[in-house]
């Protein structure tokens, strides 16, 4: 009481504007006091509630939600529930709270169940809406518009005293630990259900970039386009000036940590993603070539040494590239060298190393986004980072910071590889390793136990028999909205079909050897493979493909 009244008697400038916060906020807590006893006279007074219950229930639980769901999908002030979910869940707990009760006891626990259920529901936006409520105060006289931010906190009134209604009336013939149990559980569904969609989404979100980047060929995908551009809408919410308006609030954060981990997928990935599962173009800038030349053309690589030993208990190569790069610019300093690698397969960094006067200092490992903001910061004080990051596939980044007029600097990669490999540095081939069988002869097979791949080396590979593949023909046909495949469409133009048919036709009877098979293969973001005899005729239909 002190904190308020002190201030009065100060000569201090800003009394006046502690005055208008004190009348604001006794304001704002009678208005509150006035609605909630308005809500308390209206049960407690069975007359006006058995003849004026509907005129209240129905704009309070129906009419108003529904405007304030639609108003705000125009002005977008207080969130984004666009989602129909919302607008169906608004209508069906209004429906509950209008409903008259019913006279037989089970009929009305059934009811006392939905209600509970749909609870959760008025609860939410009473949380979200409570913080608006001097907002709400003000835009009363303007047009009533003020009222759609109230009726959360009028409908919450309202519900809650009908539950304890019901549980008033339904103690007389059930026992109060099952009406709260039940009543509980029941209020949970929602959050519950929600949370289960939440996680089923994280797993299509995985298998998805699996899919992209590392697929397993073994195994079926099962990917739904809604729910991987869903999370992708999400993400680039969070990354927007105004996420505010953009995210749904408390339900967007809760989406961003079961589904992201609380992290944001990068640019390249997400419009790679867009590109692939949504209507959205798949644009160029995702590719790395555009980026693939040095910042500065005067830094360049003078020499580059290498050495390489084969590691027989491990049956990998572990080879070792120094390089000594120069600044030939007589004008810059503090210039950055940076090049890109592009790794074979079954080629790996191991260690990185860089020379800081005549210390060589050891690389560390550590996330991408991380080990970005470590070289940035240690850049920005002008010590002396490097930097080697995967930036996409086997693609490699590699930079060295900073240097001198006419510095040289050393710095080396080391590397474990499965058989003899060629790196290119540049204008520099290097190759690692050695092709003499006698380095194999005794070694035995790479197994990967995971997936039951087994690597064979160059000179097992000479080892084995050699035979002759049955031919086939496998054809793979473009069902995407590209090729004017109307999307999520199941309706596909005959016109289209039958061409493809016809092309299938004429190089199968025109075709230069024997074929007892062939394939048709439809891509989309997914695809879906069927087989034929070569003497089936050809019949193209899209009603078992997954995504059409």
């Keep these: 009481m002190g904190v308020w009244v002190v201030p009065l008697w100060s000569n201090l400038y800003f009394g006046n504007e502690h005055i208008f916060i004190l009348f604001l906020v006794l304001g704002i807590c009678l208005f509150l006091f006035f609605i909630f006893r308005l809500c308390y006279v209206y049960y407690e007074k069975k007359s006006i509630h058995s003849r004026y219950g509907l005129w209240i229930k129905i704009p309070v639980g129906i009419v108003f939600p529904v405007a304030g769901l639609a108003l705000n999908s125009v002005i977008g002030l207080f969130g984004n529930y666009d989602s129909p979910w919302f607008y169906i869940l608004a209508v069906v707990n209004g429906i509950l709270i209008t409903v008259p009760a019913p006279q037989k006891l089970s009929d009305r626990f059934v009811l006392y169940i939905f209600r509970c259920i749909t609870f959760a529901f008025t609860f939410y936006f009473f949380i979200v809406f409570l913080p608006f409520t001097p907002i709400s105060v003000a ?17 919450f009134v309202i519900h809650g005293t009908i539950l304890a209604d019901d549980y008033k009336q339904l103690k007389t013939g059930f026992r109060p ?26 797993k299509i979100l995985h298998s998805s970039l699996e899919y992209v980047y590392s697929p397993d060929y073994t195994k079926e995908y099962k990917l739904k386009p809604a729910s991987i551009q869903k999370t992708l809408e999400i993400a680039e919410s969070t990354r927007k000036r105004d996420a505010i308006y953009s995210s749904t609030p408390y339900i967007s954060s809760w989406y961003r940590y079961i589904v992201l981990d609380n992290m944001t997928l990068s640019y390249a990935k997400r419009k790679l993603l867009s590109g692939i599962f949504t209507d959205e173009d798949l644009h160029r800038s995702l590719t790395f070539e555009s980026n693939r030349t040095h910042k500065e053309k005067d830094i360049r690589i003078i020499n580059a ?45 191991s260690d990185y190393y860089l020379f800081v006067g005549d210390v060589q200092e050891p690389g560390i490992l550590a996330e991408r986004k991380a080990a970005t903001w470590v070289f940035d910061r240690i850049r920005e004080r002008h010590f002396d980072p490097g930097l080697l990051r995967y930036v996409g596939g086997n693609t490699v980044e590699f930079k060295v910071f900073p240097f001198e007029q006419g510095e040289v600097r050393r710095t080396g990669i080391e590397f474990i590889h499965i058989d003899p490999v060629d790196i290119r540095i540049d204008d520099y081939t290097i190759r690692l390793g050695e092709d003499s069988h006698a380095v194999y002869e005794y070694a035995p097979a790479f197994l990967s136990q995971d997936d039951g ?32 495949i109307p999307a999520n469409d199941k309706i596909v133009t005959e016109e289209l079909m039958r061409k493809y048919e016809q092309y299938i036709g004429n190089v199968l009877e025109n075709s230069p050897f024997t074929a007892v098979k062939y394939k048709v293969t439809y891509a989309n973001s997914t695809y879906y493979t069927e087989q034929y005899s070569i003497n089936e005729q050809v019949s193209l239909s899209l009603k078992n493909y997954p995504d059409i």
């Design 305 to 349: 040494e290498h050495s390489s030993e084969y590691d027989s208990g491990k049956g990998v190569w572990v080879s070792k590239i120094d390089l000594h790069i120069e600044n030939f610019s007589d004008t810059r300093w503090n210039t950055e060298y940076i090049t890109y690698l592009d790794l074979p397969d079954g080629c790996w960094i």
């Design 177 to 202: 630990f099952l009406l709260l149990g039940t009543g509980i559980a029941a209020f949970f569904v929602l959050p519950v259900a929600l949370t289960i969609s939440m996680y089923n989404d994280k």
């Design 139 to 155: 835009l009363i006289p303007l047009l009533g518009l003020g009222l759609l931010l109230v009726t959360p906190i009028i409908l």
């Design 453 to 484: 791949l087994v690597h064979l080396s160059a000179y097992e590979k000479a080892q084995l028999q050699t035979g002759t593949p049955e031919p086939y023909f496998h054809f793979i046909v473009d069902v995407s909205k590209h090729n004017n």
